[in-house]
């Protein structure tokens, strides 16, 4: 399996970005996708995820309320919105697709949020 992210880039804080992963190779209507984050000197962290069917989300404390994880089953792709992001939100984001016996993941795509 395969996963590519796309959408990174340069934002100021307020700002928005929609990050897109784009899977190949394995059923991807039949797992779990998540987005972590790893900044600079820190470990890599769960931002969100979202169940096959997309009927289940979940977010963590730092980004509940400006994130939104989505997917679309035909199109094989999950999305992170991310809204009025701020400096601490700069990071190289990853997608990641959990199976029953596989995980995949991405080669991330960079965030960075600055003036």
């Known amino acids: 399996g395969q996963l590519v992210e796309s959408g990174g880039g340069l934002a100021q804080p307020g700002g928005s970005l929609r990050l897109s992963c784009a899977a190949s190779?394995?059923?991807?209507?039949?797992?779990?996708m998540n987005w972590y984050r790893q900044a600079p000197g820190k470990e890599r962290e769960l931002v969100a995820g979202i169940s096959s069917a997309g009927v289940i989300t979940n977010y963590s404390g730092s980004v509940k309320g400006r994130f939104s994880i989505s997917r679309d089953n035909a199109k094989n792709t999950a999305y992170l919105q991310m809204n009025d992001l701020k400096p601490e939100d700069t990071a190289v984001y990853y997608c990641?697709?959990?199976?029953?016996?596989?995980?995949?993941w991405g080669k991330g795509t960079l965030v960075t949020v600055s003036s």
């Open positions: 190779g394995f059923t991807f209507s039949s797992v779990d």
């Open positions: 990641h697709a959990l199976g029953p016996y596989y995980s995949y």
